[in-house]
């Protein structure tokens, strides 16, 4: 066991972030990427709103269904629920590829972090604490002065 340990700090960040990682259709996950250096890109409306337009594209193309998202300045966190084309790190991946092309910069480190949530979570108390990160946060005083964040249960 301590080998495999060892082994396991020895990969490379984004790669023991995929390591165990499952895509089933259909399944609700969290996930949450960083900008490249935990720049804070998205104090910048154009930037936000390119990342935002990139989820939607997402929805569009049927790959995932955005569930609820907020977009913090230097990262993001998406509920999203697994469409049946693409597993979850090329929809990540193209989401990633999308909006950094709108942007015309590179803007995400590798790799992201997923939490795929049980069926006895409860989706809608887990969107209203992903939203409030801006609040908790100290950038604004209530969720709805937050400009980049959506949920469909809110």
Sequence with gaps: MRSILFFMNELPASRRLRTGRISIPGQV????????????????LSAARRVICSLMNSD???HATTLAFVLMPDHLHWMLQL?????????????KSFSAHAAGAALWQPGFHDHALRRDEDLAAAARYLVANPLRAGLVRHVGDYPHWDAVWL
């Design 29 to 44: 996950y969290l996930v949450t990427t960083v900008t490249r250096e935990r720049e804070p890109v998205f104090g910048d």
């Design 83 to 95: 469409g049946p084309t693409f597993n979850l790190s090329r929809v990540v991946q193209q989401m």
């Design 60 to 62: 569009a193309r049927g």
